[in-house]
């Protein structure tokens, strides 16, 4: 597993860009996809809606099991992956690419976030 080095990392297993005009783009990590299985089903939040940093802001659902999805950031949703919705797939089968979840414009940046190196210290 390959973490890209330049993401940041949540213990929740979210992965979060950098900010590019005040808007990261968010997903869920590799180790994270793969422990899920296939996912089949996603819920996103909506654009407008607040996410929290740490608090659910929707759900993934795999053949395995339905987990929660967390935003590592509070912010704004600005966009939300249609293609991940039509598609579950890309969360596995491209889980830094194609299969990236929702677009957050930043209001707060967690300091407890992770580099790719303490992330995948921490999976392991």
């Known amino acids: 597993m390959s973490n890209p ?11 979060l860009s950098a900010a590019e005009d005040g808007v990261s783009t ?6 994270a996809a793969n422990a899920l299985g296939d996912v089949v089903y996603v819920q996103l939040p909506e654009v407008g809606d607040t996410v929290t940093a740490g608090e659910t802001c929707g759900e993934l659902e795999s053949t395995k099991s339905v987990s929660d999805l967390y935003s590592p950031v509070t912010g704004e949703v ?3 992956n ?3 919705v039509d598609d579950p797939s890309l969360v596995n089968s491209a889980p830094f690419e194609g299969g990236w979840l929702f ?3 930043v209001a707060e ?3 407890d976030l992770l580099s790719a ?4 210290d921490f999976a392991s």
């Not at 080095?5 to 297993?13: A, D, F, I, P």
């Not at 190196?117 to 995948?120: C, D, G, N, Q, R």
């Open 103 to 105: 677009k957050v414009r």
């Open 26 to 31: 968010v997903g869920i990590t590799e180790h």
């Open 82 to 84: 249609q293609d991940v």
């Open 78 to 80: 600005v966009a939300a």
């Open 5 to 15: 080095q330049q993401l940041r990392y949540s213990k929740e297993h979210e992965w």
């Open 109 to 111: 940046e967690p300091k």
């Open 117 to 120: 190196a303490e992330y995948t």
